[in-house]
């Protein structure tokens, strides 16, 4: 036997390992998927090599059609590992193209359907330096080089993440992942890809199976060290009064319509407990209304750039982990978990209600105490009374609910009062751009309100020479892109008639591109002002909408 066979065994047994590992820690998450289909191509890459090592002395015609097999997992190699990098450490809009896919894995399907048109790839089957291997065909070179460079481009866009870290933590992580990448892929395109040439042998070394357990190991141990973020605990230090009353040690669940009550009873137990805020609402906006400067906030947005963010559909994976290791740390701490029907519309109400169940679970047995608000008209009577059964205390809605300190000017508004009063507002307003996304005649607006100097999206059926148009449809891709590109610092940005977007598309894509676009333009110190009109949408999702602004207008 040749003893190089255990040398891919191995291999192979460690990439297994590794990738149930990875997939133990967050079997949901978009990398860990990919990473199975990057299994997958490993193990179609490294099984035949074990079988053509382990038993060299074989049929030719055989091992020609095993090498052929080994060489169908080496052709996906490098569609699957740009597909990684463009989805993990962080996600490429890219991917968001319904065509990506098809562009990152047309090199594949070209190498592997030239592996069984003749000798075109590879003709022949040739003792090698660590067994028999593949004598390479005449258009190995230039296929060779389209690997090669849809490779140098995957790690280019890799060390541009890395560049562009926002955090210490952040360019670690980057910069275990650039290595990983960056080590096994230099060397195996000298001795795999190039290596029939380089040295003259017409076949590769055979090293390409160690490589991938190579780039495995480092991506593994940046799950596992930096998977999950690391949140200092913090304390207010300025005294407010003591209106609640609470205990600490208790979970309480708070009924209302905002969340004022819920932040002002937090307030009051972090002057004496560290604490944490969770919430899918700007923090720099609830740390100003509410006084809270010195208590952490873990953002659940898509928004780069703040220091402790994570997307709110990784909400069973991350987030929860990440809060439940804050409570590990920080035992007798305070949580305050915002925006349930926001979490609910995202991700759906049992991962929500299981989220919360692990929480207030885990809070009880550190001595925490854990704090969270619920719109109880967001949901429906049997979801509030399994709601209500997993916390200690149940805060009942009240009309004496405490008003929210004055926000002027605000920088998130909506209006459900009269549509023209708010046109007015606009017209008048002293911001250095203004961006109009309605779905009312670009024109009319302009000469009724005096709206010229404004930027207009129109959302409409049919196209107009002179304005920008766009489909209800595509407002979770083009409209947002679109608005993205346009925003600047001091931005107003106007997002009309949400009734008429509900009723054209769906209420998710329209809360989508509500907190989208409300985080983006506050993120850019700028204002969102968005009209829905009084009694055209279900209270349900009003009362959903109502918590992504921090004004309203009736």
């Keep these: ?97 319904p065509w990506s896919l098809l562009v990152l894995y047309t090199p594949s399907i070209v190498f592997t359907s030239f592996l069984w048109a003749g000798d075109l790839l590879v003709k022949d089957v040739v003792l090698g330096p660590l067994g028999y291997s593949a004598m390479v065909g005449i258009l190995y070179l230039p296929l060779a080089s389209l690997y090669a460079v849809i490779i140098i481009l995957a790690l ?80 207010e230090v300025s005294a407010v009064g003591r209106r609640f009353g609470w205990e600490g040690g208790r979970n309480y669940l708070v009924l209302e319509r905002g969340r004022k009550n819920s932040f002002m009873a937090f307030r009051e137990l972090v002057q004496e407990t ?28 898509s928004q780069e750039g703040y220091r402790w963010s994570l997307k709110p559909t990784l909400l069973e994976v991350d987030v ?48 925490c105490t854990l704090i969270t608000d619920l719109n109880p008209r967001a949901v429906g009577g049997h979801q509030l009374a399994m709601m209500k059964g997993l916390f200690d205390e149940v805060v009942p809605l009240s009309n004496g609910d405490l008003p929210a300190p004055p926000m002027v000017p605000s920088t998130s508004i909506l209006w459900e009062g009269e549509r023209g009063e708010c046109f007015k507002t606009i017209s008048k307003a002293t911001v250095s751009r203004k961006i109009l996304v309605s779905s009312l005649f670009p024109e009319k607006l302009e000469s009724a309100y005096g709206l010229h100097d404004a930027t207009f999206l129109w959302i409409a059926p049919t196209s107009h020479p002179e304005f920008s148009t766009y489909d209800a449809s595509r407002l979770s891709f083009e409209v947002l892109r679109d608005v993205s590109k346009a925003l600047f610092e001091e931005t107003l940005v106007y997002l009309g008639e949400l009734e008429l977007l509900v009723e ?9 591109y509500v907190k989208h676009l409300v985080d983006a333009t506050i993120s850019r110190t700028g204002v969102v002002v968005a009209t829905a009109r009084r009694g055209s949408i279900p209270e349900s999702q009003l009362s959903v909408l109502e918590k992504r602004f921090a004004t309203r207008v009736l």
């Design 1 to 97: 036997m040749n003893p190089y066979a255990f040398l891919s065994l191995a291999s192979l047994l460690i990439n297994l390992v590794l990738a149930g590992y990875i997939l133990s820690k967050n079997p949901r998450g978009p990398a860990a998927r990919i990473y199975v289909v990057l299994l997958v191509a490993f193990s179609i890459w490294g099984i035949p090599e074990i079988i053509i090592r382990a038993f060299p002395g074989g049929n030719l015609e055989m091992l020609l059609i095993l090498i052929k097999v080994e060489w169908i997992g080496i052709s996906f190699i490098p569609g699957v590992m740009a597909h990684f990098v463009l989805a993990y450490p962080r996600r490429s809009r890219f991917l968001d193209h």
């Design 504 to 512: 054209q598309t769906s209420f998710l894509n329209v809360l989508e």
């Design 156 to 235: 280019g866009y890799l060390g541009r993440v890395y560049i562009h870290a926002e955090d210490h933590r952040s360019r670690v992580r980057y910069a275990l992942i650039l290595a990983g990448f960056a080590i096994p892929t230099l060397a195996g395109t000298i001795t795999e890809v190039f290596g029939p040439f380089l040295f003259q042998t017409g076949t590769r070394l055979g090293l390409g199976t160690v490589y991938t357990t190579i780039f495995a190991s480092f991506i593994a141990y940046a799950v596992f060290r930096y998977a999950f973020l690391v949140i200092e605990p913090g304390m």
């Design 274 to 301: 560290p604490g944490l805020c969770v919430t899918a609402f700007p923090p720099q906006m609830l740390s100003e209304e509410f006084s809270l400067h010195r208590i952490p906030f873990l953002w659940l947005t």
């Design 320 to 367: 929860l982990q990440t809060v439940l290791k804050f409570m590990r740390d920080n035992r007798g701490s305070v949580l305050l978990l915002d925006d349930l029907e926001y979490l609910s519309e995202v991700n759906g109400f049992k991962p929500v209600l299981r989220v919360v169940s692990k929480l207030a679970a885990t809070a009880s047995k550190y001595g």
